[in-house]
Nanobody, 126 residues
């Protein structure tokens, strides 16, 4: 079993960048397909990005493609979400998630993930 803790959120202006971190404990991140999701007020949680257990494949939501980058550092047992060109509609609580399913697959639905962090708030002002 893995425990996930997100950090790096904050209040930024439109166009700024942030890097979110998801620190794992209990198991190594390379044992899991890792994903980022977000939930804005009054909306359902939505997929942001994922990286396969192999580390060879990544997947992004259309709204984040070209602006966000997911990566992992096995030595630090941490997954990152680099967010550039932030917009007000990126405002949400961002969650890190993990699943032991798959090797070269990335998953984009909540029910495919088994472990979740507590979330970190990202607020983008216009």
């Amino acid at each position: 079993q893995v425990q996930l803790v997100e950090s790096g959120g904050g209040l930024v202006q439109a166009g700024d960048s942030l890097r979110l971190s998801c620190a794992a404990s209990g198991r190594t991140v390379s044992s899991y397909t890792m994903g980022w999701f977000r939930q804005a007020p009054g909306k359902e949680r939505e997929f942001v990005a994922a990286i396969s257990r192999s580390g060879s494949y990544t997947n992004y939501a259309d709204s984040t493609k070209g602006r966000f980058t997911i990566s992992r550092d096995s030595a630090k047992n941490t997954v990152y979400l680099q967010m550039n060109g932030l917009r007000p509609d990126d405002t949400a609580v961002y969650y890190c998630a993990a699943t032991a399913r798959g090797y070269h697959y990335t998953y984009s639905t909540e029910r495919q993930y088994d472990y979740w962090g507590q979330g970190t708030q990202v607020t983008v002002s216009s």
